[in-house]
């Protein structure tokens, strides 16, 4: 079974977040961080060279693949900002309905800039992420 790639470094995320020179992704950036940290009450860890997760999950699937991820996280990418959320959060119709502008993934959700988001939505979409993996 493969290993898998994405582990925590020690890496410093102010300096990661500081070399985001594009606003208003740097600004995005900072905002998620917070709602993050808050969210979680953990501290922000570098996940490989450019995601910032939060808190520590132990995750088994029936194929018996396992390993060890963040709660919750984020990277700011070229074309939208990634926000790693658990799958269920994800499909929660409930708040995508209220949320904005977005697409999603598998586990993500991808906006372009929190403008275009109801930042209180993406808030609940968070801590209900953080509350489900927590559980």
């Not at 994405?6 to 990661?16: D, L, R």
């Not at 977040?17 to 995005?28: A, G, Q, V, W």
């Amino acid at each position: 079974m493969a290993e898998l790639k994405t582990k925590p470094t020690e890496s410093s995320v102010e300096e990661f977040l500081n070399s985001i020179t594009e606003e208003p992704k740097h600004t995005d950036a900072l905002a998620i961080l917070e709602m993050m940290r808050q969210a979680t009450g953990a501290q922000p860890k570098m996940w490989g060279s450019s995601i910032v997760g939060f808190g520590n999950r132990h995750y088994r699937y029936a194929s018996g693949r396992e390993g060890d991820w963040f709660l919750v996280g984020f990277s700011p990418r070229k074309d939208n900002l990634s926000l790693y959320l658990s799958y269920a959060e994800i499909q929660c119709d409930d708040l995508k309905q209220k949320l904005g502008r977005y697409k999603t993934g598998k586990g993500c959700l991808y906006i372009k800039r929190l403008a275009d988001v109801d930042t209180g939505i993406l808030k609940e979409m968070i801590s209900r992420a953080v509350q489900k993996l927590s559980a």
